[in-house]
């Protein structure tokens, strides 16, 4: 399983900027996918997921700024992220689990700041 995450970077309070993970080694169709972020002296937390199905969920202090979605032919996960606030400054992660455990992608930072 490959998951290839991009799209991080600095931007502005209030910003936007758009995460990409694309998945190899997987059918992906049939899998939950998910982004996760880590901030400095945090733990990792569940920022959005999206089922099979398209179903999705999000933690509660992003509900109405990030979108997530997926595509099964691209099979690609993006995560919109806008009106961007500090405290969005982590570094984010893909994630699917398969075969009963967590995978990650290569997290890709994203800093909000003036």
């Known amino acids: 399983v490959q998951l290839q995450a991009s799209g991080g970077g600095l931007v502005q309070p209030g910003g936007s900027l758009r995460l990409s993970c694309a998945a190899s080694?997987?059918?992906?169709?049939?899998?939950?996918m998910a982004w996760y972020r880590q901030a400095p002296g945090k733990e990792r937390e569940l920022v959005a997921r999206?089922?099979?199905?398209?179903?999705?969920n999000y933690a509660d202090s992003v509900k109405g700024r990030f979108t997530i979605s997926r595509d099964n032919v691209r099979r690609s996960v993006w995560l919109q992220m806008n009106s961007l606030k500090p405290e969005d400054t982590a570094v984010y992660y893909c994630?699917?689990?398969?075969?009963?455990?967590?995978?990650w992608g290569r997290g890709t930072q994203v800093t909000v700041s003036s």
């Open positions: 999206i089922s099979s199905g398209h179903i999705t």
């Open positions: 994630n699917v689990l398969y075969a009963g455990a967590d995978r």
């Open positions: 080694g997987i059918n992906f169709r049939l899998y939950d």
